[in-house]
């Protein structure tokens, strides 16, 4: 067989591990619990048995260009350590990248989630299908993150903490973020920040029975629920006054939104196009004729094409990438 | 004599063209009056006369590597079209570059001024001090613009307007800008912006006798003046919620404040750091141990060292970085 990469997305609750071909074909996943109180050495323990699995399996060690692992950040890069990631609690500092390489004996490439998720979404989802190498993509899951993409590669910044998007101020003294500051998109815009805003306005009408979720909420949007459309209005002028920044600042062509919320594109998308056209004078001489249809040459901002396995496809594509460049 | 490069800044009020070594040695400057109101037809032979000036004295055409021109934004590039330029009022649609090379036959590279201005920072100035080839800079003038590094080269985006940062809104639903959208951080820390807050409170004390600018009102802060360093205060304010925007995203080694309005650093500075700090984890992760001091290895904020040459010189930087490209 000709040659091969082995992905790693390593998510707070699932950890998933990979074989991907050259052409982006998935071979076989493996999918393991994260075995977050058990430590850093479980769960390294658990990746270097499913890579050792995958190899056997897959042609060996010769057709193996490199394992790739997506993490959750803020990690520094590109030594792949991480810094202090809130739903890896007794992971800080951890060496993810040399402990892996000593295990394994083989090349590792770490970065960001959201950067490996973009990556993905540049090679293979919307990237692909308008025909862009460059384009700034925003994660709304548990949280928000970001990735930037230029000319086909990773922008990660001086020390891997570049396209933390999600925690860009867009209400100034707004909702406290766990990252200390006040306003961040992530407040707004993520699975965990609908989730809670639904929960005022539906529970009222419960009388406080069962718990709300960005996708039940969406399912009583959709119904006609005026207070849960309210909430996925909100959700769009936050996105809209996010994007308005990056559309400024980096004047890309592509602008991808994924994550789980993304499947209520159709709730946020008009919110966010409005105040994203209120917000910037750039997106305003370079948005389509329809925000809606791609057009070649303007702003575009669509919904992601791969759903939750970029982020592992892209963890993947890392070797690949490293191999062309060195 | 070696190869040359001629530079072209074209402000609403002074034309400036000067021809510099690949050393990024000057050897001659013209400066002249644009002339706006004539029309770019005048503005465009008073370039041209210029350029061949300076190509009769320093070696003919041989050893000149091209022309590059440092223009107001928005632009169209790498066409090098203007689009509409607020402080060159019938200048809509210009071709720039077209015009030039057809009427010089030489090549002719066009960029935002910002952006030039940040090359010659980033080759010349606080990037070569420092040691960095990445950094984005934020120039306070009539206006703010902004320019975006990487790895030595201009990030000008998909079609030119990369680095409008000036139109980042730091205050939602804030002041109305020019540009259409409200709270852009040019409306609190531009020049314009600083002479219009002084206005308020100086000219009250004054009777409502003589003009205030941002320079006049920086020496009544420097002279203890509470309401004028208030202004500045707030200049520092706005300064670190756009800085702490740009940080998140594109954690940077090096942001560089740039334009006439650098003057006042100390006016302006604590309190930019101060919000920068509240408002960005990223920086908090990243920050030297004294925000004042450059250390290697974290998010340094700096003064720009080149004052109001930098756009000039890194316009003559253009042909330069092409000639290495191609």
Redesign the interface.
Known sequence: MSTYSIGIDLGGTNLRIAAYGADWTRFEAITLPTRVLDGPGAVLDDMCGAVKQLIAVYGGREKLVGVGVGSPG?LELPSGRL??PPNLPGFEGLELKTELESRLRLPVFVECDANAAALAECHAGAGKSSG?Q?LCMLTLGTGVG?G?I?NGHV???????????G??????DGLPCG???RGCLEQYASATAIARAGQHVVLAKQNGNGSVTARSLAEAALAGDPDAKQVYKGVGEALG?GL???V??????LYVIGGGVVAAWDLFAPAMFAELE?????Y???KPADPFVLEA?RTNVVAAELGSDSGLLGAAMLPFFHSLNS
């Open positions: 803020p810094l202090e862009y460059s970001s930037i230029l922008w990660h910044g001086f020390n891997g903490m570049g396209g933390e998007a925690h860009v101020p867009v209400y100034h990252c200390g500051t006054i308005a920044s990056l400024s600042t980096l004047n890309m062509p209120r917000g910037s004078y750039v305003r001489l370079s040459g």
